[in-house]
């Protein structure tokens, strides 16, 4: 079975933390996302990676940045967590530019 | 900007009738379309897609239909059952991107 692991399903952080979500994918894929899901806005794409050290930017990036030192492994970093960055974040891998995305979990956020 | 979304937020329907939830996308360029559903504390999983050279696509008990004319896209759930009770989620691919646009959702009830 195809596997997107998210190493936290909950966290809670206070304002001006510095937040590391990590993602890790068992199927070789090329590709890498990290989505936020908040109610009513469907998923928004906040970056993705297509390649190990490669990444580009989403439609909301601000506030955020990401790593991808190896293929497998794509992390979301939050320098300063903000209330506004309380959600749920959803990371997915595929293996070709268009096709079906593989989805984690989920890890819940909530910044006090 | 280009947007996919839906026509209902909820839906509720009867276990055993057909459910049909609807979507509506408004990027022309968008060639390949995702149903994905997504289940309480789960992350989106993957139900049936479709490119725009085809209009309908048949899977096990759910059938996607595509209008390009009207720019629609729906989703049909033969003999619903407390099974598919979940959010689902729209989603358009495409233009030469890797970005996948998702609508805002709609929520399937089934009432037994």
């Known amino acids: 079975d195809v596997k997107v692991t998210q190493s936290s399903r909950y966290l809670v952080k206070r304002t001006g933390e510095k937040v590391f979500l990590e993602c890790v994918q068992d199927?070789?894929?090329?590709?890498m996302f990290w989505y936020r899901q908040d109610p009513g806005l469907g998923l928004r794409l906040i970056y993705f990676?297509?390649?190990?050290?490669?990444?580009e930017k989403g439609d909301i990036p601000e506030g955020y940045s990401v790593s991808r030192e190896k293929k497998e492994r794509f992390s979301l970093i939050l320098e300063s967590a903000s209330t506004n960055q309380t959600s749920m974040y959803l990371c997915?891998?595929?293996?070709?530019?268009?096709?079906?995305?593989?989805f984690g979990e989920g890890s819940r956020l909530t910044v006090l | 900007g280009e947007s996919v979304g839906l026509h209902l937020p909820t839906l509720s329907v009867q276990e055993g009738d057909n459910s049909i939830i609807n979507c509506a996308y408004s990027?022309?360029?968008?060639?390949?379309f995702i149903w994905y559903k997504q289940e309480s504390g789960k992350g989106p999983q993957f139900i049936i897609d479709?490119?725009?050279?085809?209009d309908k696509r048949q899977g096990q008990r759910v059938t996607v239909l595509l209008n390009k004319t009207v720019k629609h896209l729906s989703l049909q759930i033969a003999a619903t059952q407390p099974g598919d009770s979940a959010v689902y989620f729209c989603?358009?691919?495409?233009?030469?991107?890797?970005?996948?646009?998702f609508g805002a959702g709609t929520r399937l009830f089934v009432k037994a």
């Open positions: 997915a891998s595929n293996p070709s530019e268009t096709g079906e995305l593989f």
């Open positions: 199927m070789d894929h090329e590709n």
């Open positions: 990676s297509y390649d190990v050290k490669m990444k």
């Open positions: 990027n022309s360029a968008s060639d390949y």
């Open positions: 479709i490119r725009s050279n085809m």
């Open positions: 989603a358009e691919n495409g233009a030469g991107g890797f970005k996948t646009i």
